[in-house]
């Protein structure tokens, strides 16, 4: 049975920093891209980051792009989510996500079939 498992969320200042980690089991998720999406009250959920099986193909949303950093780690078959310079509207449930699928760069949350439970980071200012 595929899990993801998210960790890592919390309350914290704006400005400050956190790192979400997302623990898979149940396939080889290394020979998988991964993906972050958040979900704010009302909202819907969005894109925030992606790598791909590799490493060398990731992308970000344009609101995180030079303050977050996806990363991956095949060895404990663990993402991580390095977010920096935290601002009021990052506020969500932070979730991982996987494709069924190989390949990479997607952005949708259409594109992925695996989902975590997800993480709530709360920024205070």
């Known amino acids: 049975q595929v899990r993801l498992v998210e960790s890592g969320g919390g309350l914290v200042q704006a400005g400050g920093s956190l790192i979400l980690s997302c623990a898979a089991s149940?396939?080889?998720?290394?020979?998988?891209?991964m993906g972050w999406f958040r979900q704010a009250p009302g909202k819907e959920r969005e894109f925030v980051a992606t790598?791909?099986?590799?490493?060398?193909?990731?992308g970000y949303a344009d609101s995180v792009k030079g303050r977050f950093t996806i990363a991956r780690d095949h060895g404990k078959n663990t993402l991580y989510l390095q977010m920096n310079s935290l601002k009021l509207e990052d506020t969500a449930v932070y979730y991982c996500a996987a494709p069924s699928r190989y390949g990479s760069g997607w952005t949708k949350a259409s594109e992925y079939f695996y989902w975590g439970q997800g993480t709530q980071v709360t920024v205070s200012s």
């Open positions: 790598i791909g099986w590799n490493a060398n193909d990731i």
């Open positions: 149940g396939r080889t998720f290394s020979s998988f891209s």
